[in-house]
């Protein structure tokens, strides 16, 4: 079974409040990603990064942004939130190289904007 | 633009029975093709994967069929379990090493 963690596992919060939704792993992954799950969607890619200190933005535009101090940490900062980024966030990992590799996902934070 | 098209949407099967879950992309840059299984209130998890140059891959009960002129690949589980009733996914890998995924098929086993 992987090893990626996301904290909280809730948050219900009104509009304007700073989330930060937290992402570790302990597998020594170099690329980790964002998704936004919502149901009957497809995940939608909203950040990755391939190794410290690099980010980029996925398909999705979204509003929030990302850091890659760690190897294992990759958290995602919502500077003011509005309902509209209600939904679920899956935080996935995988490791580096061209080969057979999966990404492997946390179990998820599922953010409610009041 | 959706990159990978997956249907049905939802599907229910008798215990025993062959589900089959269908997939088609469009993007010949796609090189890796993977399945993920998920559970309420759980991540997806990969269940099983398959590359553009073989043409089906078993484990277990899962298999997954792959058609590269159709440009189209599909999951069967064998002997189906009340257990597996989950959402599946389907995916595709470019060799940018991005992945995009299916809308997803929920699963229900009756017993």
């Known amino acids: 079974e992987a090893d990626i963690y996301q904290t909280p596992r809730y948050l219900v919060i009104g509009t304007g409040k700073k989330i930060t939704l937290e992402c570790s792993q302990t597998m020594g992954h170099d690329k980790m990603y964002w998704y936004q799950q919502d149901p009957g969607m497809e995940l939608h890619l909203i950040h990755y990064s391939y190794g410290v200190n690099s980010t980029e933005k996925g398909d999705l535009s979204s509003e929030s942004t990302v850091s890659r101090i760690r190897t294992e940490h990759f958290p995602l900062t919502l500077e003011s939130a509005r309902p509209s980024h209600t939904s679920q966030y899956l935080c996935?990992?995988?490791?580096?190289?061209?080969?057979?590799?999966?990404?492997?996902f946390g179990d998820g934070t599922r953010l409610s904007i009041l | 633009q959706q990159q990978v098209k997956q249907s049905p949407q939802s599907l229910i099967v008798q215990k025993g029975g062959i589900p089959i879950i269908n997939c088609a992309y469009e993007?010949?840059?796609?090189?890796?093709f993977p399945w993920y299984q998920q559970f309420p209130g759980k991540g997806p998890a990969l269940l099983i994967a398959?590359?553009?140059?073989?043409s089906e891959k078993k484990e277990g009960r899962f298999t997954i069929s792959f058609n590269k002129s159709a440009k189209q690949f599909s999951l069967h589980i064998m002997d189906s379990q009340p257990g597996d009733s989950a959402t599946y996914f389907c995916?595709?890998?470019?060799?940018?090493?991005?992945?995009?995924f299916g809308t997803g098929t929920s699963l229900t086993v009756i017993p």
């Open positions: 398959i590359r553009p140059d073989v």
């Open positions: 995916a595709a890998r470019t060799t940018g090493n991005q992945f995009y």
């Open positions: 993007n010949t840059a796609f090189d890796y």
């Open positions: 996935a990992s995988s490791e580096k190289g061209y080969g057979n590799q999966p990404q492997h």
